[in-house]
């Protein structure tokens, strides 16, 4: 058993993870990650949300993005699949928006930003390091973790030398327990600590699979047009389009796992037949190349029916995961990590105030992911893209609809109020025809006209 006793133990090292290892190091906690895989990995998630700026901003890491070279995001574009007909949002018109971008990243090397960031900031990083099981007691948690581990050096931060970290050697399989008075699971969607006390509850009704690949040579605007986000909604799926690059772009489809088991098509197949069919897509498309192997991902909504115990937080997907259709995956991450760090940085000096803590923790994710389920839930009802398409702009409805879209969780009851409006709209527009009525089905040929811009905030 290692002799070192650790403020915090964090089971993965993706974005819940290293944000909140960073803080925690910061605040001066002895703080160990303990990641399965060797960064970078490949993973899904690479558009950013405008709230999370805020948490980028104290991490440190805007001049660690820029270096990197993500690109910009400036909003995002939504189209109904049978009409040139679209709507345009820009983040610096959300409802009182206190910024106007956020980033587009290839999520392999965005993660590996945020984890080498970690261990300059004074986290013990040890990658390739599996955790077995976690026993916890009054004191805290023995964590026995296995496998092959490449640790990594601590640096004081001023004195971190990257080229350092690619030197250390890989060390032979090991076998040790740790010691650490509190847990942070981030380990994902096969959360270790919520298949061990059995806390996922999914969503039947959002039985999602993605099928995406990379592509180089995807036709696009310039300046910031060139940035957005675009969505084209089809009668019984979706599709995006995510800028990576001025020359690579992701694009994806999502769809229910049970069209596309039936279709009896392999992925390849199945992508290339989609697009294909989409005019808005297809258009945009005469001379790409596919560059990365086309993917797939079960993208099934769950939840944690708890997310803190005595000694313990889930964070990130480990919490839960709703549908990827607004990229709420990273943005409830880095919040997850925020919240859990600053929850346990307070919990480490003075432990009668953890209950609290860890309860004001929980309703705070779980306000969270309740207004993107509710936005799900909508999105994939033919009355929403039927009144987004035609936003009318009484009692700024639009701005902060944009504001939700950029991750504003409703924790203001001036966007709150507004939102009721706007689902009261789309509930009201099954039965009355108060926006024009859509098919959702590709027309055979679309121009490819202006799209519409949402009325910004006056």
């Known amino acids: 058993m290692s ?7 964090i089971i993965g090292g993706g974005p819940a993870g290293s944000t909140a290892a960073t803080l925690l190091a910061r605040a001066g906690r002895r703080v160990i990650v303990l ?13 950013l949300l405008p709230f999370s700026m805020k948490a980028f901003t104290r991490l440190g890491l805007h001049e660690k993005f820029a270096r990197a070279g993500f690109l910009e995001k400036f909003g995002g574009e939504m189209f109904g699949a049978c009409s040139e007909q679209g709507v345009k949002f820009y983040f610096e018109d959300g409802f009182r928006a206190q910024t106007d971008r956020s980033y587009q990243v290839t999520r392999a090397e965005f993660d590996k930003v945020l984890l080498d960031h970690a261990s300059e900031n004074g986290v013990e990083v040890r990658e390739e390091t599996p955790v077995e099981r976690v026993a916890f007691d009054e004191e805290g ?6 496998g092959r581990s490449t640790q990594r050096p601590v640096f004081p931060a001023q004195a971190f030398d990257t080229a350092a970290v690619s030197r250390i050697p890989d060390r032979a399989t090991v076998s040790d327990e740790i010691r650490a008075r509190y847990v942070i699971d981030a380990s994902g969607r096969n959360s270790l600590l919520g298949n061990h006390f059995k806390l996922k509850k ?3 009704h959002l039985q999602k699979i993605s099928i995406f690949a990379h592509y180089d040579g995807v036709s696009r605007p310039d300046g910031r047009d060139g940035t957005l986000t675009r969505m084209v909604r089809g009668a019984d799926r979706w599709f995006w389009m995510i800028p990576l690059t001025p020359e690579r772009m992701s694009i994806g489809v999502v769809l229910d796992g049970a069209i596309f088991k039936n279709a009896n098509a392999t ?12 005019p808005l897509i297809a258009g945009k498309m005469h001379d790409a190349a596919r560059v990365s192997p086309v993917h797939t991902a079960a993208d099934f909504s769950y939840r944690s029916t708890k997310l803190t115990g005595p000694r313990w937080i889930l964070a990130g997907d480990a919490a839960g995961f709703i549908d990827p259709v607004f990229s709420s995956g990273v943005f409830l991450a880095v919040l997850g990590g925020e919240h859990a760090a600053d929850a346990l940085n307070v919990a480490l000096d003075r432990p009668q105030k953890a209950r609290r803590l860890f309860a004001r923790y929980e309703r705070t994710i779980n306000q969270a992911m309740d207004v993107y389920l509710r936005f799900v839930n909508a999105w994939y009802t033919k009355e929403f893209i039927e009144v987004f398409l035609h ?19 409703g924790s203001s009851f001036a966007v709150r109020w507004r939102m009721e409006i706007f689902y009261l ?14 098919t959702l089905v590709p027309a055979k040929e679309i121009s490819g006209a202006p799209v ?7």
């Open 425 to 438: 709209i789309v509930r009201l527009q099954k039965w009355v025809p108060l926006c024009p009525r859509l």
């Open 141 to 146: 948690a023995a964590v026995t973790i296995r």
């Open 452 to 458: 519409e811009a949402l009325e910004p905030v006056s």
């Open 202 to 204: 999914t969503y039947s």
């Open 391 to 409: 936003p009318q702009d009484f009692f700024q409805i639009p701005p902060a609809v944009n504001a939700v879209l950029g991750g504003n969780i």
């Open 35 to 47: 990641e399965r895989d060797k960064f970078p990995r490949f993973h899904i998630g690479e558009s």
């Open 3 to 9: 002799g070192t006793t650790y403020d915090v133990a």
């Open 267 to 278: 992925a390849e197949e199945f992508l290339e037949n989609a697009l294909a069919e989409q």
